[in-house]
């Protein structure tokens, strides 16, 4: 009995760390990748205005009602602040951004903090005077 109650605490663990689809040596997760992309789409999406900030290394997207969202890079992170407050975390593993809106599209240049670079971009509406 006391080598069954051992295994079912032990194995859980070591099963979900071979399964599991996780970011190897502070490389940026597929599927936070994912969801920090679509949070920044659904802010941009929701926007009177977007445009790059701090150089290109942040982006800015004001509301209708005057509020600020800003996603930026942070001690290795992209987060995310609304009228220059709070601190939500959006994508670990970041070591920097650069941002830039070409023909209506805005790009995203991420590098992890292992080096690797990924490539993201997105239509932006109010650019292109759209619904």
């Known amino acids: 009995m006391a080598?069954?109650?051992f295994l079912s605490?032990?194995?859980?663990?070591?099963?979900?760390?071979?399964?599991?689809?996780?970011?190897?040596?502070?490389?940026?997760?597929?599927?936070?990748?994912?969801i920090a992309v679509q949070q920044i789409m659904n802010e941009c999406k929701n926007a009177e205005a977007v445009k790059p900030a701090d150089a290109?290394?942040?982006?800015?997207?004001?509301?209708?009602?005057?509020?600020?969202?800003?996603?930026?890079?942070?001690?290795?992170?992209?987060?995310?602040?609304?009228?220059?407050?709070?601190?939500?975390?959006?994508?670990?593993?970041?070591?920097?951004?650069?941002v830039y809106m070409k023909n209506g599209l805005l790009f995203l240049d991420i590098t992890s903090v292992n080096r690797k670079k990924r490539h993201i971009s997105f239509p932006i509406y109010t650019y292109l005077k759209g619904d």
């Open 56 to 98: 290109g290394r942040a982006v800015t997207c004001r509301k209708t009602g005057g509020e600020e969202v800003r996603f930026e890079i942070y001690h290795n992170m992209i987060r995310k602040r609304v009228n220059g407050k709070g601190h939500v975390p959006v994508l670990q593993n970041a070591a920097s951004l650069n």
């Open 3 to 5: 080598v069954c109650l």
């Open 9 to 34: 605490g032990t194995l859980t663990p070591v099963v979900h760390l071979f399964l599991s689809r996780q970011a190897e040596n502070g490389g940026i997760d597929g599927q936070e990748k994912t």
